[in-house]
């Protein structure tokens, strides 16, 4: 076989791995109302490792300054790239509705784009292989951490991550008897 064969070959199978993964994206394809208008309705699919290494690649490019303020602007820019990859159009998958992450934020408003990142996220996280647990150290490390937490002292995206982390582990809601977030804490009364 000759070198030209070869690569002809190899490109032949690259695409058709490229054009297994869009099928899986197909399988796993999720539809969601948008927040400020429910009747518009997007898909997400997953997206592939290196249309996510271009969304980290794009984020660490930017000159933010290097504060909260600016690791917040790199994070928020990254969640509208990696939308800008995962929302596509319903009826035909391979065709991206945004080209940007720039044009998402344009389009979408802000409490949109925190509904499909979580939900991108979520999808994300349910269809992705898993290649190893954590190690049992690590695990007990966790659990000593989780404890040690002043949990009512969380607020905003921290409050908001951890009542997320909680929902998720519990098939059911948190009975009434747990703590609320330090936010509502000082709003309800007792009885002395």
Same mark, same amino acid.
């Given at each position: 076989?000759s070198?030209l064969?070869e690569?002809?070959?190899r490109k ?10 869009m099928?899986l994206?197909?399988a *796993?394809?999720?539809?969601?109302p948008?927040?400020?208008d429910?009747?518009?309705? *997007?898909?997400? *699919? ?5 249309? /996510?290494?271009?969304?980290?690649s794009?984020?660490?490019m ?6 909260i303020?600016? /690791? ?10 990696i ?5 596509r159009d319903?009826?035909n998958? &391979? ?5 940007s ?7 979408l ?6 509904f !499909? ?7 994300a996280?349910?269809? &992705?292989?898993r !290649?190893?647990?954590l190690?049992?150290e690590?695990?007990e490390?966790?659990?000593?951490a989780?404890?040690?937490m002043?949990?009512?002292e969380?607020?905003?995206?921290q409050w908001?991550a951890?009542?997320r982390?909680?929902?998720s582990?519990s ?6 008897s747990?703590?609320?977030s330090?936010s509502?804490?000082?709003?309800t009364?007792?009885?002395?």
């Amino acid at each position: 076989m000759s070198a030209l064969q070869e690569t002809t070959l190899r490109k032949g199978l690259l695409a058709e791995r490229r054009l297994a993964r869009m099928r899986l994206g197909q399988a *796993v394809l999720e539809i969601f109302p948008l927040l400020s208008d429910p009747e518009i309705r *997007v898909a997400l *699919v997953p997206l592939t490792e290196a249309e /996510h290494e271009s969304c980290l690649s794009f984020a660490a490019m930017l000159e933010t300054p290097d504060n909260i303020a600016g /690791h917040q602007m790199r994070d928020r820019a990254e969640t509208r790239e990696i939308l800008s990859y995962a929302i596509r159009d319903p009826r035909n998958l &391979s065709e991206r509705i945004y080209s940007s992450g720039h044009e998402v934020g344009l389009d979408l408003e802000p409490q949109d784009v925190g509904f !499909l990142i979580d939900h991108y996220y979520e999808l994300a996280d349910r269809n &992705s292989p898993r !290649l190893e647990q954590l190690p049992a150290e690590d695990v007990e490390i966790l659990k000593k951490a989780l404890q040690e937490m002043d949990w009512n002292e969380f607020t905003g995206r921290q409050w908001y991550a951890a009542n997320r982390f909680l929902l998720s582990l519990s098939p059911k809601p948190l009975a009434d008897s747990l703590l609320g977030s330090g936010s509502t804490s000082n709003l309800t009364t007792t009885s002395e």
